[in-house]
């Protein structure tokens, strides 16, 4: 209790007689309120006082604990009957103890502020607001900046609180826009940004990536090919003609020069924002871009100013291999994927694949599809394209026999009609010219298209930013929960004697030897896991390994079975679409099932650890500070695991396999069976590598923080000890002080605590 400076639980329920009328029982409470360690004793020898207490309890009152108890049964009365009128009349009556002489000047401060109307007009607001659930991702995060603010002044951890700022100003939201080529990606995003920042030419003027991000100084950056990826493009060349052509033309262009372009690690260079095309140009004969892997823009476009980054991606029908790997590895990590379709060319079977490959196997959950060009055709056509969209992915599964993934698919699609060229006038001072065509600014469908990507990536309906948010609020908790502690600490000193300080300091000594001593083997108990868990990863990468092994043979054998069907029934090997089929439906269902059982066996063990340690906390702190029997790790480690999983290219693999079907007789069939193997396994070695790689980057991020997690409370309790004792040996000197000085100090510590238990509050602490 805040006017006591103590921190008390009833062991008994006292009942107040709720027939009391609240003009009595308010006037009669001030009296038992006001009631201290130091007045107590006075107070409890008069029998009138007694005759008092008779009118809220039948026991008697001559106890110190039994009077913390009489006054916490009048706290819950009065929670329930806290209206105005009922708070005025305890403030009359404290006001009129103040005169009498029976408190002091600043206890009635403390009192009437302790009764504030206000306060319990918060509480009961506060009990109306769902907290950041019920706003969007700006205003949320408005809302935790003010109250770090708040905080800030009340508490001593700056530090700590402004590390949460700089992760709230660093989260990102990307947006990756992907069609095929001459699909308007360009115009689209020029029409968002309200600038012509890039080509907009019918020629694919990007040919590379282009990342476009927020800078107040505007910027270009090429990155290069590094020799590992331009050896896979070289590699793919071998199986594939258009690849061949591309690799020969750039090496018979740069000869000898490619080798201090193309190195070991990835080249970068810094040019001019106006020279960008001289390396992105697929038109130009410089041939630069066909070195470039990617391009990253920075713009101090009003756009991007909410931390929103563009992956604008080169066409679907790009014949570099690599390239489309790249742009899937990007894709993996955006919030919202926009993918464009020209309304003259309806859906081709790129696009088609791409949609139910982001939906089904990249776990891409917001996919928005814009049917550009709409100011060509009528609303009709454009209506008729939309259903055809619908209808050509159903076809495509059921030839997959994934039927029942249909309303899955469509229920993760949002179509939008766009005339990219009319909202690019409006955006760019040519507005009275797209009106004059008959497109107002509402008819070209940007501002749909505005609307949605606003809903998708900062609504409360994204999980990412409601994830962020929620990692920021439990990280101003932590500051918050550790300021209240030591402030309810302090508070409960200004009224102990030096007999009382000094059996707190024995009793706490004792206390920091043994749980010193406990975090200590903890902290010896955490280094070991980690030792344990870095070998379980040595294990996971050999469970990949076969797991990855036992698929190739699942690949090659439905490769067989189909062929010796197709031999036996039809005289002939199977069709190249059937080919296809078999191996991207095996391999990418075969690559989830495998990273599923991987993520399952790395929670399982992470969570054995967690509770193992867990446990030992909650047997360190038993107060309500210390419940860490959940580390909240295991949602956030399966999201992890989701995506880019899927993006290498198997076009080689499945080229090379044709090739031999084309040759297969009944007769050929075991020395067919034995040259698919081998293909296989060659084709695999770079997706094993792939698919090891980013396991192993991933888990030992997600190991890092959870490693930092599990020894938070380590600080947390032995910073805790130290300051209790620091604060325990300054108030030796501040028993010198007289009342005044005290009670001033109980008030000033009763404010910030007041202030404190509000905004714990709102975070439903």
């Not at 107002?440 to 994830?467: A, D, H, W």
Request: include cysteine; glycine fraction near 2%; proline fraction near 1%.
């Amino acid at each position: 209790m805040l006017y006591h400076g103590v921190h008390f639980k009833a062991k008994d329920t006292f009942t107040i007689d709720e027939s009391i009328e609240d003009a009595l029982f308010f006037e009669l409470s001030a009296l038992i309120l006001s009631l201290n360690r130091k007045t107590f004793d006075a107070m409890a020898s008069l029998k009138n006082f007694q005759v008092l207490c008779e009118c809220f309890t039948q026991m008697k009152v001559k106890k110190l604990e039994t009077l913390y108890m009489l006054q916490h049964a009048i706290l819950n009365h009065i929670l329930k009957h806290h209206d105005k009128q009922n708070i005025d009349l305890l403030h009359k009556a404290f006001t009129y103890l103040q005169k009498e002489g029976l408190i002091d000047k600043l206890s009635l401060e403390k009192l009437m502020s302790l009764f504030d109307s206000s306060v319990f007009a918060q509480e009961h607001n506060n009990q109306e607001t769902i907290y950041i659930p019920s706003q969007n991702f700006h205003e949320a995060k408005q809302a935790i900046f003010e109250d770090i603010e708040v905080l800030k002044r009340l508490s001593t951890k700056d530090e700590a609180l402004q590390e949460i700022v700089a992760y709230l100003q660093s989260q990102k939201f990307s947006i990756g826009v992907t069609g095929v080529m001459n699909a308007g990606k360009s115009t689209l995003l020029n029409a968002l940004m309200g600038e012509k920042i890039l080509g907009t030419s019918v020629i694919p003027e990007t040919a590379n990536l282009t990342l476009i991000k927020h800078s107040l100084t505007p910027y270009a950056k090429v990155v290069y090919w590094n020799s590992a990826q331009w050896a896979h493009i070289e590699e793919s060349g071998k199986n594939i003609q258009a690849i061949e052509t591309f690799v020969s033309e750039t090496k018979r262009h740069f000869k000898e020069e490619i080798q201090n372009i193309i190195l070991p690690d990835s080249k970068e260079q810094i040019i001019k924002v106006e020279d960008l095309s001289l390396y992105t140009s697929a038109s130009l004969s410089n041939k630069k871009c066909n070195l470039v892997k990617y391009v990253e823009l920075g713009s101090d476009l009003h756009f991007l100013q909410d931390g929103i980054e563009i992956v604008d991606t080169p066409g679907l029908d790009d014949i570099v291999v690599m390239r489309e790997e790249i742009t899937k590895e990007y894709l993996t990590k955006c919030d919202v994927l926009v993918h464009l379709m020209n309304v003259a060319q309806s859906a081709t079977q790129k696009d088609i694949e791409f949609i139910i490959d982001a939906v089904l196997y990249q776990n891409i959950t917001k996919v928005l599809i814009v049917i550009t060009r709409i100011d060509m055709v009528s609303a009709k056509d454009v209506q008729e394209v939309i259903e055809y969209t619908k209808q050509s992915i159903s076809n495509k599964l059921h030839e997959q026999n994934s039927d029942a993934k249909l309303d899955f698919i469509l229920k993760s699609l949002h179509f939008i009609a766009l005339s990219g060229k009319m909202a690019l006038m409006h955006k760019t001072g040519a507005a009275k010219e797209a009106q004059s065509a008959g497109y107002p600014l509402e008819k070209t469908g940007i501002c749909e298209v505005e609307n949605y990507l606003q809903e998708m990536l900062f609504s409360n309906k994204n999980e990412r930013s409601i994830l962020v948010l929620n990692a920021a609020k439990n990280r101003f908790v932590k500051v918050l929960k550790e300021e209240l502690s030591a402030l309810e600490f302090e508070s409960s000193m200004v009224y102990k004697t030096q007999e009382e300080i000094d059996q707190e300091l024995s009793a706490l000594k004792g206390k920091k030897a043994k749980q010193e001593e406990k975090l200590k083997y903890l902290e010896y108990q955490i280094a070991g896991y980690e030792v344990e868990i870095k070998n379980y990863l040595e294990r996971l990468q050999h469970f990949l390994n076969n797991e990855i092994k036992t698929l190739q043979t699942t690949i090659k054998q439905r490769l067989m079975d189909e062929t010796f069907y197709a031999l036996e029934t039809h005289k002939k090997t199977p069709k190249l679409s059937d080919q296809t089929r078999i191996i991207q439906t095996a391999l990418k269902n075969g690559i989830i099932d495998i990273i599923r059982e991987y993520r399952y066996k790395f929670i399982k063990k992470s969570s054995k650890i967690s509770q193992s340690i867990a446990l030992q906390y909650d047997e360190i702190e038993q107060t309500s500070q210390g419940n860490y029997s959940s580390f909240e790790h295991e949602e956030i480690f399966g999201d992890a695991f989701d995506k880019g999983f899927l993006t290498a290219d198997n076009s080689t693999l499945i080229s090379r396999i044709s090739k031999v079907l084309e040759k297969a007789t009944l007769g050929k069939l075991t020395a067919i069976d034995e040259q698919i193997s081998l293909i296989i396994n060659e084709e695999f070695l770079y997706l094993q590598t792939q698919v090891q790689e980013k396991a192993l980057t991933i888990s030992q991020i997600l190991l890092e923080d959870f490693f930092k997690n599990l020894r938070a409370p380590i600080d947390f309790f032995q910073n805790n000890i130290h300051s209790h004792e620091a604060l325990l040996l300054q108030h030796s000197a501040f028993l010198k002080a007289d009342d005044i000085t005290r009670n001033a100090k109980t008030l000033e510590l009763h404010e910030r605590m007041k202030t404190l238990e509000t905004l714990a509050k709102r975070y439903a602490l």
